[in-house]
C-alpha cells in the first residue's frame, strides 16, 4: 500500500509540472501568435509602400521618356 501511495503522490507532482508546462507552452503560443500578426502586418505595409514606389517609379520614368524623345525612348529609362 506505501507503493501505491508514494506513485499516486509522484504522479500528482508530475499531473501539476505538466499542468504547468500547458500554461507556459500556452502562453507562449499566444505570444507567438501576437509577434506573427505584427510581422504580417509590417509585411503587408512595406508590400503597400513597395506597389506605391513602383508606380510614382514607373509614372516618373513615362514622363521622362515623353520629355526625352518625345515618347521616343521605349525603355530606355526603364531600365534606370
Given at each position: 500500500m506505501g507503493n501505491e501511495i508514494a506513485k499516486r503522490i509522484e504522479l500528482e507532482k508530475?499531473?501539476?509540472m505538466?499542468?504547468?508546462r500547458?500554461?507556459?507552452?500556452?502562453?507562449?503560443?499566444q505570444?507567438?501568435?501576437?509577434?506573427l500578426?505584427?510581422?504580417e502586418e509590417a509585411l503587408e505595409h512595406t508590400?503597400?509602400?513597395?506597389?506605391?514606389?513602383?508606380e510614382q517609379k514607373?509614372?516618373?520614368?513615362?514622363?521622362?521618356?515623353?520629355m526625352?524623345?518625345?515618347?521616343?525612348a521605349e525603355g530606355s529609362l526603364k531600365k534606370a
Open positions: 508530475r499531473e501539476k505538466l499542468h504547468e500547458l500554461t507556459n507552452d500556452t502562453r507562449r503560443l505570444s507567438a501568435r501576437a509577434h500578426k505584427t510581422c508590400l503597400m509602400e513597395l506597389h506605391e514606389v513602383k514607373k509614372a516618373i520614368t513615362g514622363l521622362l521618356e515623353s526625352w524623345n518625345g515618347g521616343k
